[in-house]
């Protein structure tokens, strides 16, 4: 079983409209929980990191937030734009030789 | 299992060599990517295939060379390996829609 699981595996969403992507993990220790944007054809743009004292954190129109308690993490796109269309892919990494494991991915298309 | 396997896990090696990274996905992906994780652990993309034609060619030294034989299989070669070739290389595949990402756990590569 993944360590890291993310749901939904792709969304639609209208533009202008909100969502949110969602993240679990089971991974341990803990150390920080990275939200990645993979356009196609393009490489992972970092969009916020989380450390486990952190359970928000604001990067424009995204918004990450953080239950170390529960494990589970979500990424908040706010009005959302064309060009937000995109892979969001959540990465955590443990203290265990700064292990990094990585979710499937949702892939996200926004629609005018 | 259904997996991206990467090997070898770690390789150690002197300055000057010549060397090379395997990865193989059973997942019937027709894309997969090289990454690069920095000093401060966020993945730089390098190569993208897509049945194995290259799609993602970024800024990295003419001495790494990805060689797709065919669509389940992006080896990534490194000629006269340099002390900052030093870090640790993901390959991983996915949809060509960039739908279910999958990671292979990484090689860590040192050159002394």
């Known amino acids: 079983k993944n360590q890291v699981e993310q749901s939904p595996q792709s969304l639609i969403i209208l533009e202008g409209k909100n969502c949110t992507l969602q993240?679990?993990?089971?991974?341990?220790?803990?150390?920080?929980l990275r939200w990645y944007k993979q356009d196609t054809g393009r490489g992972p743009v970092s969009l916020t990191i989380?450390?486990?004292?952190?359970n928000t954190k604001s990067n424009g129109r995204y918004t990450a937030t953080l239950d170390a308690d529960t494990k589970q993490s979500s990424l908040h796109i706010t009005a959302s734009q064309l060009s937000d269309s995109a892979s969001y892919i959540c990465v955590v990494i443990s203290y265990n030789n700064n292990d990094m494991r990585f979710g499937a991915g949702t892939r996200l298309t926004v629609k005018p | 299992d259904t997996a991206v396997s990467q090997t070898p896990k770690y390789l150690v090696t002197q300055m000057g060599n010549d060397k090379s990274i395997k990865c193989e996905q059973n997942l019937g992906h027709d894309t997969m990517y090289w990454y690069k994780q920095d000093s401060k652990k966020f993945l730089k993309i390098m190569f993208s295939y897509n049945n194995k034609e290259l799609i993602i060619n970024e800024t990295v030294p003419n001495r790494f060379s990805p060689k797709s034989p065919d669509k389940a299989h992006l080896n990534l070669h490194i000629n006269s390996l340099e002390l900052g070739d030093s870090a640790v290389y993901f390959c991983?595949?996915?949809?060509?829609?960039?739908?279910?990402?999958?990671f292979g756990s990484g090689t860590r590569l040192t050159v002394v």
């Open positions: 993240c679990n993990y089971t991974v341990s220790p803990f150390s920080n």
């Open positions: 989380m450390t486990f004292s952190e």
């Open positions: 991983a595949s996915s949809h060509r829609q960039g739908i279910g990402y999958t």
